[in-house]
């Protein structure tokens, strides 16, 4: 059929989506050749978004000043969270490596500016957080873009949003949606870096398919795939 992908096109697409993972203690300092950057950033703003509304911009950062005042944010809020929680989980927490800001090769920040073509975005009258959603798609599009090329990235979430625009310079009405890490990597782990520590499992399918209304896990319309889900066989 006519667009289709064939069986190796379909096991690439596969094999990212499957191993990609949040690098951050991988990185080597190898630096990212010019033109995969651009192809990571391309597959990033091709996708889909709201009323085509591409409310995204990546700010692509290398300075070392920069990413050090970055980086104090992340020491800061990565304390703060810390005392929101109780020992063990709070050393356990401490413990866990969650950033890889000065060890890549280049930092991205990824915002949402919601006056992107004016106003009126259609499809976004109804649920405002939409704009949001399609910058988290282009981040996904990046991140296994990313992936096929061989280059790792971490999301870094433990930051102040108000530090970043000060930081970047980010107009008030822009939302930093993303900070990534993007780099070569010296492996990309089997599994989540959370799932190895025993921070959390990860869960199986069957636990988050409802059937046809919230909390329905069975359905007599839904059998084979139910228990396609349930045996675990086919479909990993
Ligand atoms: C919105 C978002 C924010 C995240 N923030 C952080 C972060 O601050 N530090 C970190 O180490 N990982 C962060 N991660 C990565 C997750 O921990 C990671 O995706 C998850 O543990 C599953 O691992 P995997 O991406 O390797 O499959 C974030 C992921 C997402 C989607």
Redesign the pocket.
């Known amino acids: 059929m006519i667009g289709d992908f064939s069986p190796e096109e379909k096991d690439g697409f596969y094999k990212a989506v499957f191993s990609?993972?949040?690098v951050?203690s991988h990185f080597t300092s190898e630096s990212i050749d010019e033109g995969i950057l651009t192809r990571i950033l391309n597959a990033a703003h091709h996708a889909p978004s709201v009323g085509f509304s591409q409310p995204w911009n990546f700010i692509l950062i290398k300075n070392e000043e920069t990413r050090k005042q970055v980086r104090d944010s992340f020491d800061k809020e990565r304390i703060r969270a810390s005392t929101l929680i109780e020992d063990p989980k709070r050393s356990k927490y401490l413990s866990l490596?969650?950033?890889g800001i000065l060890d890549c090769a280049v930092n991205v920040c990824i915002t949402y500016d919601p006056t992107k073509f004016g106003p009126f975005v259609i499809g976004r009258s109804s649920i405002p957080e939409t704009g949001i959603y399609s910058v988290c798609c282009a981040i996904q599009n990046l991140w296994l873009a990313a992936r096929a090329e061989g280059i790792g990235v971490?999301?870094?979430?433990?930051l102040s949003n108000d530090d970043l625009k000060r930081i970047l310079e980010i107009p008030d009405h822009v939302v930093p949606v993303?900070y990534l890490c993007l780099g070569h990597v010296s492996n990309f782990?089997e599994k989540?870096?959370?799932?190895s520590a025993g921070w959390l499992p990860r869960l199986g399918l069957k636990d988050v398919i409802f059937y046809e209304k919230w909390n329905h896990e069975n359905d007599p319309n839904w059998q084979q795939i139910h228990e396609m889900i349930v045996s675990n066989l086919d479909y990993a």
């Not at 971490?154 to 433990?158: A, K, L, P, Q, T």
């Open positions: 990609r993972r949040d951050r490596r969650l950033q971490g999301w870094v979430s433990i993303a782990a989540p870096d959370l799932e």
